[in-house]
């Protein structure tokens, strides 16, 4: 996979399989044996621990949309920062929904192996969240 393919995949998972709910083009971009971080799941392996922390947020954020804020793409490794914004009208691991817009402020870094992604590592602001469920009182 080329580095702008290789980014175009990254940019397809985010906004075909995460906002827009086909988590099937996650099989077809991720490897079987790719290596997946996720917070707040479990690391894993393949598309199946992508689709779950997809599913969680989705179940969330029905409405959920995400802008690809900047990305690059060099030597096989790709990465992006994003923003997802999306209405809580349902619980978020675990959490009661607030019915209020949540956004989440996130990157991801992966690289590529053969024609699809071998390795990908997910940071969202976790604590933002947390501050907008309500969970955690937001700094004065």
Sequence with gaps: MTD??????????????LAGGRLDVADAI??????????PLRDGKGSAPFKKWA???????????VTMDSEFAENGRIGARFTCVGTNTSSLFGF?????????????????????????WVEVDLLGVLQQLGVVPAAQ
């Design 55 to 65: 599913r969680s947020w989705r179940k969330g954020l029905p409405d959920l949309r």
């Design 4 to 17: 702008d393919a290789g980014q175009v995949a990254l940019r397809r998972l985010c906004e075909e399989s």
């Design 30 to 39: 991720l490897a079987p044996d790719a290596e997946l971080h996720l917070p």
């Design 96 to 120: 009661r929904p607030t019915k209020a817009p949540l956004t989440v402020a996130g990157m991801g870094l992966g690289r590529v192996s053969g024609s699809q992604i071998g390795f990908l």
